[in-house]
């Protein structure tokens, strides 16, 4: 709309009117009839500028985050917020609960003891930047008998808050299908709407009547850690069948997290002249990783993931350096490699089988 009415259209034709009234009037710039209506094309200009943003406004595919949470809103769907990490912190004695640490710009709060010298410690940063980071943590006030402090392994990830994109899939994805009294689509949705959950699968009826499998990664697309799960299962059916989560009395739900299934490639790679092996492969490694990412992503929305010959081939192809792929394999076997509905693609190694 805005393109068709910008100040020099929108002038233009106030001023043709006028000539097409009155020819012999003067128009040009400069002019008594220019200068009175020039103002007026301005506004108008910043009218249509307006007008536009209306209508880019009223409809979820191309709203901006505050009309689009007000329109998801209308549907109970709400942006999550960053959650917090949970990190493993060992100890050669035990810690006081509360005692906070430092490394790496982070402070680290100890919250739950997890056996002799082991501390469930909490990032006080919300998002995924609590979840790398390992090593040597310096404790924020004195300890008696602490002489070594490590940070180790994550007990749940952190994740940062939706995207504007995320939420406006989710919103979408409300809008298929109804969601009622523990149908898929329920199951989809609140299950969805959990902190630090990506994606999820719905198995109904997977072991007998009444029984539900959920199968979920976390936001990033990865296969779970055992805390994510923990926490989903105790919101969803905390008591299986007893009706006291969000799952309906009757429905025995559990939630496992999805496996991932690492990706092994073989191929024949022909080089372009100066090109040597060692050279190419960093780059064809990340064109794999690149396309079993994209499954990774849709893993939620297929039965079964596929991972495709042609699509590997297709990537490795657009490598500098790579003239031709012959005989690619997954896992040894020269055909497409379909993953179970619980199981996510890992990248793996890629080798050149082409004599060098």
């Not at 808050?161 to 919103?171: N, V």
Request: hydrophobic letters at 40%; aromatic letters at 6%.
């Amino acid at each position: 709309m805005y393109e068709q009415s910008t100040y020099e259209s929108i002038l233009e034709r106030m001023l043709s009117r006028v000539r097409g009234v009155s020819p012999e009037l003067d128009t040009r710039e400069g002019s008594l009839i220019f200068t009175a209506l020039a103002p007026a094309a301005v506004e108008l200009q910043l009218m249509y500028i307006e007008l536009d943003t209306v209508l880019r406004e009223t409809f979820a595919d191309t709203q901006s985050r505050p009309f689009l949470a007000r329109r998801a809103a209308e549907r109970g769907i709400t942006a999550k917020d960053g959650t917090k990490a949970l990190r493993l912190g060992e100890f050669n004695t035990d810690v006081p609960p509360g005692s906070r640490f430092f490394l790496n710009g982070l402070y680290y709060t100890a919250v739950e003891r997890r056996g002799e010298g082991k501390f469930a410690l909490e990032c006080e940063t919300p998002g995924s930047r609590g979840n790398p980071d390992s090593g040597v943590l310096v404790p924020c006030e004195y300890i008696p008998k602490l002489t070594e402090a490590l940070l180790t392994g994550v007990l749940t990830h952190g994740a940062d808050p939706e995207t504007t994109e995320q939420l406006r899939r989710r919103y979408t994805q409300s809008l298929s299908a109804i969601a009622f009294g523990g149908n898929i689509a329920d199951y989809l949705q609140k299950a969805g709407a959990l902190p630090g959950v990506g994606g999820v699968k719905v198995t109904p009826a997977w072991d007998g009547g009444g029984t539900v499998l959920l199968t979920i990664t976390d936001d990033r697309s990865n296969s779970p850690a055992p805390g994510l799960v923990a926490e989903v299962q105790e919101a969803i059916d905390p008591v299986q069948g007893g009706g006291r989560g969000i799952a309906p009395i009757g429905h025995s739900v559990t939630v496992r997290g999805a496996r991932e299934a690492e990706i092994n490639i073989t191929a024949g790679f022909a080089l372009s002249a100066g090109y040597d092996w060692a050279a190419v492969r960093p780059q064809a490694e990340k064109a794999a990783a690149d396309y079993i990412g994209e499954l990774r992503g849709q893993w939620a929305g297929e039965d079964a993931t596929v991972v495709r010959l042609s699509g590997l081939e297709l990537r490795f192809l657009a490598v500098p350096g790579i003239l031709d792929v012959t005989g690619t394999k997954l896992n040894g076997a020269a055909k497409n490699l379909t993953l179970p509905a619980g199981s996510l693609p890992k990248p793996g190694s890629v080798t050149n089988e082409t004599p060098l």
